[in-house]
């Protein structure tokens, strides 16, 4: 079978690694990439079609004989574009954009938690910068303040006063987001760790497909501003089996019945950010697609087909397919960004060294990279994803961290203390094997 991978990151190198060793590829089956980027080119061949022509993407896979299309980032989902692809009668990885919406409106997801009785923040959507206001006083401080639709991660405020509260309010309806602020979510501050839990779903059967925890802020200690997420670590050990079996009972399965009910079925996957409170996991919001570095360390551990996984998903047959399965063993994704990120990173900077970083048996994925006249460049804010597996958080972070000293990136930046509260909690935990490097 031919597949064909959308998406140009990360979290597309990573998944094209996987794909690559697919069963779904023997007997000649090719794996191709629009647009890819300079790491998805050693596993597919990188083709350019304008994801955006939805035309012009089903003509491709008719021509290619493509059997699966794999969707990696939300833009394509919210547009449609699995849609388009099932009406031309092609499985395809990814939902439908009304399904897509679970990640596209944010105010969509606060309703729909509400109708299924989903454990999540108070909250109040809201359409003018008067009626904010006004619903503000509603709230006590810190108040979370959202644009209602896609805004790259950016269009999030904790606020720490009023002031910061209106202003962020009054930034979304002046149009700083653009279509995504002509509405605004106002959230209640709900205190707790963060954990990021994945689970695939045809519509029907929910599996429940690993956790892992990002690290959102640039700097270290978590500070300085929010970012699309500088490093991850895979499993979430925080999401014990208990929290896990009640996340899926009271988070994800009455969204995917909700889903269902409504009819506008959600299959793909569901990437639930959750708050771990006092009162048990609360829903912070939904993507409708894999995390991206959350995805690379996902990957890193995946012991099962990948390919064969997500066409039993498109084609509505997890029900009767075999659960995937991961290795026990502790993933971590060291984000290397070219100066400048989250703001205006530098581009065109030289990236050397990755054969060397990948000797010590990680890998490095490109994320933002391009060839310019055969020479790797950095091409975007987050760059390379310098990734490893290890028996314990601290093998796996050592590893990480010797492979990030052995790029020459003269122009990047990363955060030093990846996975750094889960091995003090390891260390605690006696949970501790040998270090081997
Ligand atoms: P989101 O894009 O909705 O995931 O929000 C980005 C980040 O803002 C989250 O990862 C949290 O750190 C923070 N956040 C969002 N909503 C809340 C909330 N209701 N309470 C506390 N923190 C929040
Ligand atoms: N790393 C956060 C995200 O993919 O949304």
Redesign the pocket.
């Known amino acids: 079978m031919n597949i064909l991978l959308i998406g140009s990151g990360g979290r597309e190198h990573a998944l094209a690694w996987r794909l690559a060793q697919s069963r779904l590829l023997d007997g000649g089956g090719n794996l191709f990439a629009a647009p890819g980027n300079p790491g998805t080119a050693k596993h597919a061949a990188n083709v350019v079609v304008d994801v955006t022509d939805h035309a012009a993407v089903v003509a491709f896979c008719a021509i290619q004989a493509i059997g699966l299309v794999v969707i990696g980032p939300e833009a394509p989902l919210v547009d449609g574009l699995a849609d388009s692809l099932r009406a031309g009668g092609v499985a395809v990885f990814g939902p439908s954009a009304a399904a897509a919406q679970l990640e596209g409106s944010?105010g969509f997801t606060k309703d729909l938690c509400t109708r299924a009785n989903i454990p999540t923040?108070a909250y109040a959507r809201v359409a003018s910068e008067a009626e904010a206001i006004a619903a503000l006083a509603g709230f006590t401080i810190?108040v979370?303040i959202?644009a209602d639709g896609l805004a790259a991660?950016k269009?999030?405020t904790?606020a720490m006063d009023r002031a910061e509260a209106e202003a962020a309010l009054r930034d979304i309806f002046a149009g700083r987001f653009g279509e995504a602020g002509a509405e605004a979510v106002i959230?209640?501050?709900?205190?707790g760790e963060?954990a990021s839990f994945f689970a695939l779903t045809d519509g029907a059967t929910i599996v429940p497909f690993g956790s892992a925890q990002?690290h959102?802020r640039v700097g270290d200690g978590d500070t300085g501003p929010?970012t699309g997420g500088m490093g991850a670590y895979s499993p979430a050990r925080v999401l014990t089996p208990a929290l896990e079996a009640e996340v899926m009972t009271r988070i994800i399965a009455p969204t995917v019945r909700a889903m269902a009910d409504a009819g506008t079925p959600f299959s793909g996957v569901l990437y639930a950010?959750l708050?771990l409170t006092d009162a048990g996991p609360r829903l912070?919001?939904y993507n409708a697609r894999f995390g991206d570095p959350e995805c690379q360390v996902l990957m890193m551990r995946l012991a099962s087909d990948l390919g064969e996984v997500l066409l039993a998903c498109a084609e509505n047959r997890l029900g009767t397919f075999e659960a995937p399965r991961f290795a026990d063993d502790t993933a971590l994704s060291v984000v290397m960004a070219a100066r400048g990120y989250p703001g205006t990173p530098d581009k065109g900077g030289r990236v050397g060294g990755i054969d060397v970083a990948e000797a010590g048996g990680g890998i490095v994925f490109h994320a933002g990279t391009a060839l310019e006249s055969g020479a790797l460049v950095a091409n975007g804010g987050r760059v390379l994803n310098v990734t490893a597996l290890g028996g314990s958080v601290r093998e796996a972070q050592a590893k990480a961290y010797a492979a990030v000293d052995a790029l020459d990136f003269p122009g990047g930046f990363c955060r030093r203390d990846i996975g750094a509260k889960e091995v003090a909690r390891e260390s605690l935990s006696g949970r501790l094997s040998p270090l081997r490097l």
Request: glycine letters at 14%; aromatic letters at 4%; proline letters at 5%.
């Open positions: 944010k923040a810190p979370v959202k991660g269009g999030v904790v959230e209640e501050f709900m205190v963060e990002d959102k929010n950010g708050m912070i919001e």
